[in-house]
């Protein structure tokens, strides 16, 4: 064998080992789970939802699941675990349409037959939306983390983000003595912004006001029940055995004025009355509504825009979760769609936007 040939075969040999190492220690510590739980040895920061949360909910043990958009990230496990009883998972998806949310709870349900409760936000935006629509970008999604195809797992192991930044950051985390990220934290966005009007006002621009009021159609009424029925109710006739607390997100009074700019107000209340219709039908599915709350909706203290909340509401929602309180049902619910539909058709929005005196 010549002198080059061989100095070629080392190098190739060399590189395959590196290579083969890179790709072992990703493996080992695994910091996306996508292989296993976290190691006991090892503390691992929780940062990245789309990258995380499926590995999560294959591969850790728990028995409830807290899941929505950015609607729920201030959620606190510990906080519902005390109320329910459970020992529970956070798997939020910010920005997510139905169908993100029930694809990761139906791996959840198939890799964990111990769950008996899901906790849900439902998003008012997007009940009318295509039941396959997604709310993120398929080009950079990382595919490879959710399928069972094996070959395609080297944009994983052998990723040099996840290397330099995920890997390291593990090591780095339990070298500097830090405690794996908890399901109290994990995404929290609380003290990252400011809340108040002046919060709000900064971000909310008033959409000039249309007298074109928007019809509700049966096709958008088609739209809405094939969502639910493939992103939330399917699910929870399939599984009798887990019980299903969902609700609606409390959007602020300056959502409802955009309605109202933009003549989509009482197509919403419509869309909204149809889909708790729909939902309050399903025996384990425990649909609680919070809209008619007139005093929180109004009150931008709780609020950072037009729709996100502080974590003092999802505490509150937790609690009336377990007291049953504002629940919607058959025989209620229509009670309910009435009292929201008389406050905001009726509001003085045009007040909210006046100088104080």
């Given at each position: 064998?010549?002198?080059?040939?061989?100095?070629?075969?080392?190098?190739?040999?060399?590189?395959?080992?590196?290579?083969?190492?890179?790709?072992?220690?990703?493996?080992?510590?695994?910091?996306?789970?996508?292989?296993?739980?976290?190691?006991?040895?090892?503390?691992?920061?929780?940062?990245?939802?789309?990258?995380?949360?499926?590995?999560?909910?294959?591969?850790?043990?728990?028995?409830?699941?807290?899941?929505?958009?950015?609607?729920?990230?201030?959620?606190?496990?510990?906080?519902?675990?005390?109320?329910?009883?459970?020992?529970?998972?956070?798997?939020?998806?910010?920005?997510?349409?139905?169908?993100?949310?029930?694809?990761?709870?139906?791996?959840?349900?198939?890799?964990?037959?111990?769950?008996?409760?899901?906790?849900?936000?439902?998003?008012?935006?997007?009940?009318?939306?295509?039941?396959?629509?997604?709310?993120?970008?398929?080009?950079?999604?990382?595919?490879?983390?959710?399928?069972d195809v094996l070959y395609n797992d080297v944009y994983y192991v052998l990723?040099?983000?996840?290397?330099?930044?995920?890997?390291?950051?593990?090591?780095?985390?339990?070298?500097?003595?830090?405690?794996?990220?908890?399901?109290?934290?994990?995404?929290?966005?609380?003290?990252?912004?400011?809340?108040?009007?002046?919060?709000?006002?900064?971000?909310?621009?008033?959409?000039?006001?249309?007298?074109?009021?928007?019809?509700?159609?049966?096709?958008?009424?088609?739209?809405?029940?094939?969502?639910?029925?493939?992103?939330?109710?399917?699910?929870?006739?399939?599984?009798?055995?887990?019980?299903?607390?969902?609700?609606?997100?409390?959007?602020?009074?300056?959502?409802?004025?955009?309605?109202?700019?933009?003549?989509?107000?009482?197509?919403?209340?419509?869309?909204?009355?149809?889909?708790?219709?729909?939902?309050?039908?399903?025996?384990?599915?425990?649909?609680?509504?919070?809209?008619?709350?007139?005093?929180?909706?109004?009150?931008?203290?709780?609020?950072?825009?037009?729709?996100?909340?502080?974590?003092?509401?999802?505490?509150?929602?937790?609690?009336?979760?377990?007291?049953?309180?504002?629940?919607?049902?058959?025989?209620?619910?229509?009670?309910?769609?009435?009292?929201?539909?008389?406050?905001?058709?009726?509001?003085?929005?045009?007040a909210l936007f006046m100088p104080e005196e």
């Amino acid at each position: 064998m010549d002198r080059d040939k061989k100095w070629g075969i080392t190098l190739l040999v060399l590189v395959g080992v590196c290579l083969a190492g890179i790709a072992g220690l990703t493996a080992v510590v695994d910091p996306f789970f996508h292989y296993h739980k976290p190691l006991e040895c090892l503390s691992y920061p929780l940062n990245n939802e789309r990258y995380q949360n499926d590995g999560i909910v294959k591969h850790f043990d728990y028995d409830a699941v807290i899941t929505g958009t950015s609607m729920t990230l201030n959620f606190k496990a510990s906080e519902l675990d005390e109320l329910f009883g459970v020992h529970s998972v956070k798997v939020a998806f910010p920005g997510a349409m139905y169908k993100e949310i029930n694809d990761n709870l139906e791996k959840a349900v198939a890799a964990n037959p111990d769950i008996r409760l899901v906790v849900r936000g439902l998003d008012k935006l997007w009940l009318l939306e295509d039941a396959d629509k997604t709310g993120y970008d398929k080009d950079s999604y990382p595919y490879y983390l959710y399928d069972d195809v094996l070959y395609n797992d080297v944009y994983y192991v052998l990723n040099k983000d996840v290397l330099c930044s995920h890997v390291k950051g593990v090591l780095g985390f339990t070298c500097s003595g830090q405690k794996s990220t908890d399901f109290d934290t994990y995404g929290n966005w609380m003290h990252a912004f400011s809340f108040g009007k002046d919060a709000v006002d900064a971000v909310y621009h008033r959409a000039d006001r249309t007298d074109e009021i928007q019809e509700v159609t049966e096709a958008d009424f088609e739209m809405l029940r094939e969502n639910l029925s493939q992103n939330v109710t399917d699910l929870a006739k399939a599984h009798p055995e887990i019980d299903f607390y969902l609700f609606l997100t409390p959007y602020s009074i300056y959502y409802w004025d955009n309605l109202n700019q933009t003549g989509t107000l009482k197509k919403q209340l419509a869309i909204e009355e149809e889909a708790i219709r729909i939902l309050v039908e399903q025996e384990n599915i425990y649909l609680f509504a919070f809209s008619d709350l007139f005093e929180m909706i109004c009150d931008l203290d709780y609020y950072k825009d037009e729709i996100h909340y502080s974590e003092e509401i999802n505490t509150q929602i937790l609690k009336w979760m377990s007291r049953k309180e504002h629940l919607l049902t058959k025989e209620n619910y229509r009670e309910y769609c009435s009292r929201i539909y008389e406050f905001y058709t009726t509001y003085d929005y045009d007040a909210l936007f006046m100088p104080e005196e």
